[in-house]
């Protein structure tokens, strides 16, 4: 079922501390995220992009605020509650793939699945199935360390969409790669938008990168400053 917002964010602040020191990293931020929307979150280093997107993919919980996934109000689950919910609606892509080296693409794809009780043979077809999406079924026994960057990001992907989640989160998709890779890889997450009407957000410091997308927040110093079409 799709609620008309995959996510909402309500007055979501979020402090960390360094011993006694208190550093506010999410000052407030509201937000509401259309089911089915390819969206962008742009700012500089430091501006709380990563806390924000580990706060909607229930990495992470805000000290104040609330956040609801699909209509749902997370703030108040349990640890194990909000595994299940980010299992089931959300995916996760980083900067740095997080693939594990010593498994093949197909393997790293089942992790996911693994999580989510399915047997092995269906988890295998769907692990190929997902590989394919991203056009790397050829190369499913080979390791991270055998692939391009790249490669490694659309495995990464593979494994973001395996249990088939409402929300991808990517945070930096291109931030390794360079630019025409870069484009190719954002160029797949909008297909897999528009064919699995996947809601995208993008969290990145690239604006050519958050132009190719439908709407743009930008993050200053833990709050919104500036929404935009391109
Ligand atoms: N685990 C942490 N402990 C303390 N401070 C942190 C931690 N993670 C992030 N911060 C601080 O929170 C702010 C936002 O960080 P982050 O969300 O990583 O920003 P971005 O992804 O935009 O670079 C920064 O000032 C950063 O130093
Ligand atoms: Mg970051």
Known sequence: MFHKYAVELFDVRKD???????????????????????????????????????????????????????????????????????????????????????????????????????????????????????????????RPGELSGGEQQRVAIARAIANNPKIILADEPTGNLDSKTGRTIVELLRSLNEKLKTTVIIVTHNLEVAKSTNKIYHLRDGVIVKEEEP
Request: glycine share 10%; hydrophobic share 45%.
């Open 16 to 142: 960390y501390f360094l011993g006694k020191i208190r550093v506010p990293a999410l000052r407030g931020v509201n937000l509401k995220v259309l089911s089915g929307d390819f969206i962008s979150i742009v700012g500089p280093s430091g501006s709380g992009k990563t806390t924000l997107l580990n706060v909607m993919g229930l990495l992470d919980r805000p000290t104040e605020g609330k956040v609801y996934i699909n209509g749902m109000d997370v703030s108040r689950l349990s640890e194990s509650e909000r595994a299940k919910v980010r299992l089931k609606y959300i995916g996760f892509t980083f900067q740095m793939f997080h693939l594990i080296p010593w498994l093949t693409a197909l393997q790293n794809v089942e992790i996911p699945l693994i999580l989510a009780g399915v047997p092995s043979k269906l988890r295998v077809k769907r692990a190929i199935e997902c590989l394919r999406a991203v056009g790397l079924a050829d190369r499913m026994n080979h």
